[in-house]
């Protein structure tokens, strides 16, 4: 199979996901309208708040708030980013400082687990897939290592303590 040729207009959509990714650690909501489509879908909001699991820019601008309010100097580093036809790889590294709880939710919504706030920094590699219609981003993909940065904020392995803090931020968090 021949892959088909950068084109002007792939550089672009480049130009796009890249703005997309750095506009999560401190993009103003009119810039996610000119990024996504009105019926964009994050196929990765599958552990975020309900209200960051609807399409279109608001999802996506939830999403961000949401990134915000546990982590402190959030910032992107974008190591490349390729494109073809109508989809765009970027990969890059997500930074930041776990500085407020971090809750993930379950299928239905409901707050699953939360991590209180370490105060630890974490460098996390990520890759994201965007798929273009009409010069906006239509899907979203990303593959992270989790992993890696639960053991920088020292989630993982978790001390008796840790756990008890854990148990604590998600009472509070179901409450509010």
Not at 42 to 60: A, I, K, L, M
């Amino acid at each position: 199979m021949t892959a088909e040729p950068t084109s002007v207009v792939s550089a672009d959509l480049v130009s796009v996901a890249v703005r997309s990714i750095h506009a999560m650690a401190d993009g103003e909501r009119g810039i996610f309208d000119a990024l996504y489509s009105s019926d964009a879908v994050d196929h990765e909001n599958r552990v975020q708040p309900p209200r960051s699991r609807v399409p279109g820019p608001d999802g996506f601008y939830s999403t961000a708030l949401w990134l915000r309010a546990a982590f402190s100097d959030l910032h992107y580093d974008i190591r490349a980013a390729v494109a073809q036809g109508d989809l765009v790889a970027v990969s890059s590294t997500m930074n930041g400082r776990h500085v407020a709880p971090c809750a993930v939710y379950d299928r239905d919504g409901r707050v699953d687990t939360v991590f209180p706030p370490t105060d630890k920094t974490f460098a996390m590699t990520q890759s994201h897939w965007f798929r273009f219609e009409d010069g906006r981003i239509a899907e979203h993909w990303a593959n992270r290592d989790d992993l890696g940065m639960a053991k920088q904020l020292g989630w993982i392995p978790p001390t008796p303590a840790y756990l008890l803090k854990m148990a604590r931020a998600k009472r509070r968090a179901k409450r509010s």
